[in-house]
Structures are given as structure tokens and as C-alpha cells.
């Protein structure tokens, strides 16, 4: 269960702002592709395009071949999941896990209610008797491993990371990165992930855009970090920074 | 981190929790004494309202005309009326009448308001113009005037006096409703539920009601304190409950021509307004902390 995404020169304006001039990429099934650039840059706007969390945008985005536009809802919302970047915000503060994980069951009217959020939980290592807690009563960490078991819990091919380790603590950071990349290793997921972070970027991702403006300006391999091949100059130039700012730490 | 397999264990019953948060709401009142005496008296309002035919030492409507306006005494607590009936009597059957407004308006209203912002809010756009444009015209005029002015269109009755309360009391829990939602609106869990498909109600309904309603209900206990003062406003002024009911507001009204030499005969209903309004209010100030969700579900 894998799925391709190509997006074809997405644009999409907030009232004058022109947020997205024209986006266009394409990942391959099974592949962890990455967004980088600075804040505002659009990167976020695009996941949220293609999820059709916004849906005045211009263009093209094809999950498996498919136009998301033209996927019904039910369908569209077992293939493309999102994970967000704050997970004390993602949570409904009044649900437990239970109901929070039984929710797109209900809603998609799936059986062995008890059977898929065990399996779930387990999958993102969280004891079962997690269920009936509540969000307030878990670490951030814990929250983040929730949202990710809502997000598998529709058995969804493309995952969309939000920054989904920018709210976390350095040591929970690594934890979160190595479980999505075992569930990648396991259930051959697509990632599009966003994030400002180049080190996560390297951890996880084959290959990266940089975008600045709402334009990429970059594609590139993920070994192009190391040696900061980047031909783009902005693209060189946020290389050199991070690799700047590691070497400082 | 070790991983418990519970899942053979029986499920905890989901009635459990609400019990607990119910439990943990009430421990939480009673441990601020505002609160407490609220809670104790509007227990005592409703035990009152619930044996009243016990506690009642005569029958409310029994006119002894030879014993008029007699002042409180062994055989008559609080005296009696220009009729000659027991105040005492009347007051503890007139609770059921005060109970029966509070208790009408609030299903009425809460629902009502909660509906209209959630929906309004949730929304957005023409249907948020809409919405509260009609709230802004309600809204607009003093309650009180405008419930005088249903029931003079309605006529002058108990009933219609609980309906033109409830139709100028829902603007206010609207306003607080949409106030909420707004703010929730753009929360990721809302984004979290629409990924996951689901419908507009079905987001309202689980997603955005629960977060409003501890607001909602706080605001709806402050509220029956004005409740029960416009229901006595309107008794007082011949538009609500019509005699020979023991309503409260009513019974001050007729007693008003007997005040100065006969002063129970207005003190012990304005008492019993006063002191059921006193504890809606503080009430309403206790279920503010209560309704904290941190309070709410800690162990």
C-alpha cells in the first residue's frame, strides 16, 4: 500500500498574498521527501493544499495517479493522513485516546473497533491501558505518538508530517523520528514531511526541496547536505548556515 | 516504556468516567463555602419543591377570611395573605413553581444558544451574518421589556411568561457559544477530524460542543438568578403566573398594598427570591473552577 504524489503547479493566494506562485513536485512511492525553508515560505500551505484542508488552490495534485479533487472523501481520507506540528494542539483536550482513536472508525464505519486501535497503539508503542487517558495526563512525546496512531489508524498510504518534532524535546525528537521511519520500514508509507530543521531532513528523508517564497527553489539528494552541493544560492546559502550552526553546537 | 496487553480485560463502563468527573466536580464545590451554600441551598430548594404537600403546614389555596393578614405565629410560621392563607404553605409550593421556570427556560435556552453560535461560528460567513444579525435584534432591546412585550402579545400566563423568557434569554449563551467556537475553529484537532472525514455536525456535535459547554453552563447558572427575577418581575406585574398560584414575584405584588402594617407579607418571598438567586450566582461562580478540565478528571 504505497502511493506516488505529484503535485503539478499548485498556486494558491490568501486574499493579495500570493502564498504559492506555482509548486510543482513529484515523490515517488515509498519515498520520505522533505520541505525545507524559512518560516512562511509556504511549506506548510502545502501540505495543506494537497490534504484539501484549503481548497481554492490553482492546479494539480495526484496521490497514486488519482487527482485528490477527484477522490471522494471516504476514500481520500484512507489515503492521506496528516500528523501535526503541535501535538498539545492536535489533541481534543476532552477526548481520551479511546474515543479519539475510535472516532474515524465510527466514521468510517470499520469493524473490529477494539482489534484496530489495539493494533494501533501497538504499533506506536503505547501501552493499551493508554486508552482511557486523556491528553492532559500524557507527555508531549505521548501526545505525538497518539496523533500518529490516529493518523495510521485509516490505514492511509501517504502520511504528511506537519514539523512533527518541532514541539519536542531533543531526546523525544529522536524517538518520534526513529518510529516513523520503522513504520515507513513496515508499512511502506510515503512521507511528505516539512521542517526546518536540516539534521531531521537528513535523518529521515532520500531527498529534499528547499523552498523560499512559496517557489522551490531546490531538489535536492540528501547527501547534498554534507557536502552542501546545492547550486541554488538561497538553497547554498541555508546549507551553509545549519551545517555553520552544527559545527557551532 | 513496557507494553501491558489489557485488551482481554473488561472495558471500563464509559459511565465511570462522567461518574468520577461528577464526584471530583461536587468534592471540588463543597470545598469553597460559597459554593457549598449555594449547592445546599438550592438542595434544599428542590427537596422543598419535591415533598412540598409534606412540608406545607396548610393547603396553599385555602382562603380563612376571619384569620386574614395575621401576624406569624405558632399555627402560621409566616403569617397569612389578605386572604387569610398560609405564606409559609405558599412560599414551599411556589418553589415548585420557581423550579418549574428555571428548569423549562434552561432546557430551552441552553440547546437554543448553544445551536446558534456553535453553528454560526463553526461556519462562518453568510450564515454567521445571519445568525447574529437575528441575535443583535434580540439582543438589542432590555430583556425585561421585551418579554413584557411577548407576554402582552402571548397573554399573561405562566407558560407564556417561560416562553418569552426563554426567547430573550438565548441571545447571551449564542454570543458566548460563537465567542467559543471561533477561537476552536482553527484548532488542529478540528483540522484532525475534517482529515479523518468527517461531517460539519458531526464536528459541532463532538469536537466543538463539548469544548463550549462548560462556558455554556456556567453562563446558564448565572443566568437563572436574572431568570427568576424577571419570572417574579413579570408575577409582580400581573404578566406571569396568574392567581391563585403561589408564585413568588405574584405573591409580593399582592402583598405590596398591605406592606407597611403587614411587613411578612412581602419580607418572606423577597427572601426566598433573594437567597435562591444568591445561590444560583454563587453557584455559577463555583462551577467556573469546577469546570476546569484538569479538575475535572484528576485521580
Given at each position: 500500500?504505497?502511493?506516488?504524489?505529484s503535485i503539478?503547479?499548485?498556486?494558491?493566494?490568501?486574499?493579495s498574498?500570493?502564498?504559492?506562485?506555482?509548486?510543482?513536485l513529484?515523490?515517488?512511492a515509498?519515498e520520505?521527501?522533505g520541505l525545507?525553508g524559512?518560516?512562511g515560505?509556504?511549506?506548510?500551505?502545502v501540505?495543506?493544499c494537497?490534504?484539501?484542508?484549503?481548497d481554492?488552490?490553482?492546479g494539480?495534485a495526484?496521490i497514486g495517479?488519482?487527482s485528490?479533487r477527484?477522490?471522494?472523501v471516504m476514500?481520500?481520507?484512507r489515503t492521506?493522513?496528516?500528523?501535526?506540528?503541535?501535538?498539545?494542539?492536535?489533541?481534543?483536550?476532552?477526548?481520551?485516546?479511546?474515543?479519539t482513536?475510535?472516532?474515524?472508525?465510527?466514521i468510517h464505519?470499520?469493524?473490529?473497533?477494539?482489534?484496530r486501535m489495539?493494533?494501533?497503539?501497538?504499533d506506536?508503542?503505547?501501552p493499551?491501558d493508554f486508552l482511557d487517558?486523556?491528553p492532559?495526563q500524557?507527555s508531549?512525546?505521548?501526545?505525538?505518538?497518539?496523533?500518529?496512531?490516529?493518523?495510521?489508524?485509516?490505514?492511509?498510504?501517504?502520511?504528511?508530517?506537519?514539523?512533527?518534532t518541532?514541539a519536542?524535546?531533543?531526546?523525544?525528537q529522536?524517538?518520534?523520528?526513529?518510529?516513523?521511519q520503522?513504520?515507513?520500514?513496515?508499512?511502506?508509507?510515503t512521507?511528505?514531511?516539512?521542517?526546518?530543521d536540516?539534521a531531521?531532513?537528513?535523518?529521515m528523508?532520500?531527498r529534499?526541496a528547499v523552498m523560499?517564497?512559496?517557489?522551490?527553489?531546490?531538489?535536492?539528494?540528501r547527501d547534498?547536505i554534507v557536502?552542501?552541493?546545492?547550486?541554488?544560492?538561497?538553497?547554498?546559502?541555508?546549507?551553509?548556515?545549519?551545517l555553520r550552526y552544527?559545527?557551532?553546537l | 516504556?513496557?507494553?501491558?496487553?489489557t485488551?482481554?480485560?473488561?472495558r471500563?463502563?464509559?459511565?465511570?468516567?462522567?461518574?468520577r468527573?461528577?464526584m471530583?466536580?461536587?468534592?471540588?464545590l463543597?470545598?469553597?463555602?460559597?459554593?457549598?451554600?449555594g449547592l445546599t441551598?438550592?438542595?434544599?430548594?428542590?427537596?422543598t419543591a419535591?415533598?412540598?404537600?409534606?412540608?406545607?403546614s396548610h393547603?396553599?389555596?385555602?382562603?380563612?377570611?376571619?384569620n386574614a393578614?395575621?401576624?406569624?405565629s405558632?399555627?402560621h410560621y409566616?403569617?397569612?395573605d389578605?386572604?387569610?392563607?398560609?405564606?409559609?404553605?405558599?412560599?414551599v409550593?411556589?418553589a415548585?413553581?420557581?423550579?418549574?421556570?428555571?428548569?423549562?427556560?434552561?432546557?430551552?435556552v441552553?440547546?437554543?444558544?448553544?445551536f446558534?453560535?456553535?453553528?454560526?461560528?463553526?461556519?462562518?460567513g453568510?450564515v454567521d451574518?445571519?445568525?447574529m444579525?437575528?441575535t443583535?435584534?434580540?439582543?438589542?432591546?432590555?430583556?425585561?421589556?421585551?418579554?413584557l412585550?411577548?407576554?402582552?402579545?402571548?397573554?399573561?400566563?405562566?407558560?407564556n411568561a417561560?416562553?418569552?423568557?426563554?426567547?430573550t434569554?438565548?441571545?447571551?449563551?449564542a454570543?458566548?457559544a460563537?465567542?467559543?467556537?471561533?477561537?476552536?475553529?482553527?484548532?488542529?484537532y478540528?483540522?484532525?477530524?475534517?482529515?479523518?472525514?468527517a461531517?460539519?455536525?458531526?464536528?459541532?456535535?463532538?469536537?466543538i460542543?463539548p469544548?463550549?459547554?462548560?462556558?455554556?453552563?456556567?453562563r446558564l447558572t448565572l443566568n437563572m438568578?436574572?431568570?427568576?427575577?424577571?419570572?417574579?418581575g413579570?408575577g409582580?406585574?400581573?404578566?406571569?403566573?396568574?392567581?391563585?398560584?403561589?408564585?413568588w414575584g405574584a405573591?409580593?405584588?399582592?402583598?405590596?398594598r398591605h406592606?407597611?402594617?403587614?411587613?411578612w407579607?412581602?419580607?418572606?418571598?423577597?427572601?426566598?427570591?433573594?437567597?435562591?438567586?444568591l445561590?444560583f450566582?454563587l453557584?455559577?461562580?463555583?462551577?467556573?473552577d469546577?469546570l476546569?478540565?484538569?479538575q475535572?478528571?484528576?485521580?
Amino acid at each position: 500500500m504505497t502511493a506516488s504524489v505529484s503535485i503539478d503547479k499548485m498556486g494558491i493566494r490568501f486574499g493579495s498574498v500570493q502564498v504559492l506562485p506555482e509548486v510543482s513536485l513529484e515523490v515517488g512511492a515509498g519515498e520520505c521527501f522533505g520541505l525545507v525553508g524559512e518560516s512562511g515560505s509556504g511549506k506548510s500551505t502545502v501540505l495543506r493544499c494537497l490534504s484539501l484542508l484549503l481548497d481554492n488552490w490553482s492546479g494539480e495534485a495526484r496521490i497514486g495517479g488519482t487527482s485528490v479533487r477527484a477522490l471522494d472523501v471516504m476514500t481520500r481520507c484512507r489515503t492521506v493522513q496528516m500528523v501535526f506540528q503541535d501535538p498539545y494542539g492536535s489533541l481534543h483536550p476532552r477526548h481520551s485516546v479511546r474515543s479519539t482513536l475510535s472516532q474515524p472508525l465510527a466514521i468510517h464505519k470499520l469493524d473490529a473497533v477494539e482489534d484496530r486501535m489495539a493494533q494501533a497503539m501497538t504499533d506506536v508503542g503505547l501501552p493499551l491501558d493508554f486508552l482511557d487517558r486523556y491528553p492532559h495526563q500524557l507527555s508531549g512525546g505521548q501526545r505525538q505518538r497518539v496523533a500518529i496512531a490516529r493518523a495510521l489508524i485509516l490505514e492511509p498510504q501517504v502520511l504528511l508530517l506537519d514539523e512533527p518534532t518541532s514541539a519536542l524535546d531533543v531526546s523525544v525528537q529522536a524517538e518520534i523520528l526513529n518510529l516513523l521511519q520503522r513504520l515507513r520500514a513496515e508499512k511502506g508509507f510515503t512521507y511528505l514531511m516539512v521542517s526546518h530543521d536540516l539534521a531531521v531532513v537528513d535523518h529521515m528523508c532520500d531527498r529534499f526541496a528547499v523552498m523560499q517564497a512559496g517557489n522551490i527553489v531546490d531538489i535536492l539528494p540528501r547527501d547534498a547536505i554534507v557536502g552542501n552541493d546545492a547550486r541554488h544560492p538561497y538553497a547554498h546559502e541555508l546549507i551553509a548556515a545549519s551545517l555553520r550552526y552544527e559545527r557551532a553546537l | 516504556m513496557t507494553l501491558t496487553n489489557t485488551a482481554s480485560q473488561p472495558r471500563k463502563k464509559p459511565h465511570a468516567q462522567w461518574l468520577r468527573a461528577g464526584m471530583n466536580i461536587l468534592r471540588f464545590l463543597l470545598h469553597s463555602p460559597p459554593s457549598a451554600f449555594g449547592l445546599t441551598v438550592l438542595a434544599a430548594l428542590a427537596l422543598t419543591a419535591l415533598f412540598a404537600p409534606l412540608i406545607a403546614s396548610h393547603d396553599p389555596y385555602l382562603q380563612d377570611l376571619g384569620n386574614a393578614l395575621a401576624a406569624p405565629s405558632r399555627a402560621h410560621y409566616f403569617g397569612t395573605d389578605e386572604l387569610g392563607r398560609d405564606i409559609f404553605s405558599r412560599l414551599v409550593f411556589g418553589a415548585r413553581i420557581t423550579l418549574t421556570i428555571v428548569f423549562l427556560v434552561t432546557i430551552v435556552v441552553g440547546p437554543v444558544g448553544l445551536f446558534v453560535g456553535s453553528v454560526a461560528g463553526f461556519y462562518g460567513g453568510r450564515v454567521d451574518t445571519i445568525l447574529m444579525r437575528v441575535t443583535d435584534i434580540f439582543l438589542s432591546f432590555p430583556s425585561l421589556i421585551l418579554s413584557l412585550a411577548f407576554v402582552a402579545a402571548l397573554g399573561p400566563s405562566l407558560n407564556n411568561a417561560i416562553i418569552a423568557i426563554s426567547l430573550t434569554a438565548w441571545p447571551p449563551i449564542a454570543r458566548l457559544a460563537r465567542a467559543e467556537t471561533l477561537t476552536l475553529r482553527a484548532a488542529d484537532y478540528i483540522a484532525a477530524a475534517r482529515l479523518q472525514g468527517a461531517s460539519p455536525s458531526r464536528i459541532i456535535w463532538h469536537s466543538i460542543v463539548p469544548m463550549c459547554l462548560p462556558s455554556v453552563l456556567i453562563r446558564l447558572t448565572l443566568n437563572m438568578a436574572t431568570v427568576i427575577l424577571t419570572a417574579a418581575g413579570l408575577g409582580f406585574l400581573g404578566l406571569g403566573a396568574q392567581p391563585p398560584l403561589p408564585e413568588w414575584g405574584a405573591m409580593i405584588a399582592t402583598g405590596r398594598r398591605h406592606m407597611i402594617d403587614s411587613w411578612w407579607l412581602v419580607t418572606f418571598p423577597g427572601l426566598a427570591i433573594l437567597s435562591v438567586s444568591l445561590a444560583f450566582n454563587l453557584l455559577g461562580d463555583g462551577l467556573r473552577d469546577a469546570l476546569d478540565p484538569k479538575q475535572m478528571n484528576k485521580r
